[in-house]
């Protein structure tokens, strides 16, 4: 005989991350991620030392009034002119130094997915990110392999700008990134479609008159001159 199927749904809540869920932050970590952190990232989370987090928390499943962390979010607001996004930020777009929003981490516990929790979180970031007037953008890096990342957030209207090879390090072994952009503020990538449509208009244009140049001079060294001709009527 079959069970019943559970019919529980969880009561999920969000909220920054506490100093109580520095155990259970670490332990997803580890679940989640190929990359070990070290024990200072968590507590400067949990903290709130330099870096701003949301988290996800069933408050149906916990004694606890904060809830069981189910999920999470981590992020830190750096300058662009330190990132690596320096060709693809408009920079003089404020009188204050421009800044960018770094997501460090994002996941959530297996169970719970394909509930919108992820995409709630990002949610999230992007309002954070828009409430500040020197932001311009947000980016993150995804392994190459990790397709339904690249999937969530291509779907988040993240854009993926390059290829970077090499970018991690992982049991001794090198796999490439993908790095995510997503702008905010009226910013945006100054190699738009339509910038880069333009661009290739001008170079074909430029290329057949080129050739068209080109083969005019060759038609003209090969026409007989005036004197040439007058040398030919007197053979």
């Known amino acids: 005989m079959l069970e019943p199927r559970s019919t529980h749904r969880p009561t999920i809540r969000y909220r920054p991350i506490l100093p109580s869920d520095l155990e259970a932050l670490e332990q997803i970590h580890v679940s989640l991620f190929p990359i070990r952190y070290e024990r200072e990232f968590f507590l400067n989370v949990v903290h709130g030392n ?3 987090s949301w988290a996800a928390v069933d408050v149906s499943q916990s004694d606890s009034h904060d809830g069981e962390l ?7 607001l750096i300058l662009a002119k330190e990132s690596e996004l320096a060709d693809l930020i408009q920079c003089n777009a404020s009188r204050k130094e421009t800044t960018l929003v770094y997501i460090l981490t ?3 516990v297996e169970r719970y997915r394909n509930q919108g929790i992820g995409t709630f979180l990002i949610r999230e970031v992007i309002k954070y990110a828009s409430n500040i007037s020197s932001c311009r953008a947000i980016y993150l890096h995804v392994i190459s392999y990790n ?6 957030y291509e779907k988040m209207s993240f854009k993926r700008m390059r290829l970077l090879e090499k970018f991690y390090f992982i049991n001794d072994q090198h796999y490439d990134s993908y790095l995510f952009v997503y702008y905010v503020n009226g910013s945006h990538c100054p190699y738009t479609p339509l910038n880069i449509a333009a661009r290739v208009t001008t170079s ?3 290329l057949i008159r080129m050739l068209a140049s080109k083969l005019w001079r060759n038609e003209e060294s090969h026409m007989p001159s005036s004197t040439n001709s007058l040398k030919l009527d007197q053979v």
């Open 106 to 108: 994002l996941g959530v």
């Open 204 to 206: 074909f244009r430029g």
């Open 70 to 76: 189910i999920g999470f979010v981590t992020t830190r």
């Open 50 to 52: 330099g870096i701003v």
């Open 147 to 152: 397709l339904p990342a690249i999937s969530f």
